[in-house]
């Protein structure tokens, strides 16, 4: 090369090319490293927003009971009767007695276990499913001289099947003030 530099002859036009490969390869690596964070980013965010749309629907679904309390024969003992209102079909209840204090499932019926003397849990089992409007009661005893207004309240643990028909479960609280009895009723029918 006549009246080039002399460092230009040590200068090659591959050594540019190659240069020039590594900088566009060191570029595409850092957009590939930089878009599977983005992906994975995604795929967390996706993840959650699944998991809070699952609680939002099960939440939506779940049951909720009307509970009464019937005096019979003339106070001596009481039904617990318990209402499914909505629209979630179940097939298993689980009714826990939380208040009054000393109120207890009687013995000697579906669901009440048997050989304790003041059991506080019981079981309603449908095979069929329990449908909204649907009622089940127990037998309840409710300790020393209950009064008309006494409330009873009772946890009551659901067990149903999700839209996917997974099972789920929900814990309910349902509650009734003890109606005044005594007094002669009338239901004219």
Known sequence: MVGAPPYAAAVDVSDGVAVAALGISVIALVIAVASAKYTRDQAVESRKMRQIEAERRHQERTPEFAAEVEPVNDGAWFRLWLTLDGATPLHRIEAHLLDPEG???????????????????????????????????WRIELGKDPSAGTTVRVRVRCHGRNADGDPVAWTVLAQADVPRYGAPQVRWV
């Open 103 to 137: 109120a207890s499932f009687t013995t000697g019926q579906d669901g009440v276990a048997a050989g304790n003397a003041r059991p506080q849990d019981a079981v309603g089992d449908f095979p069929d499913g329990l449908l909204s409007g649907d009622r089940h009661c």
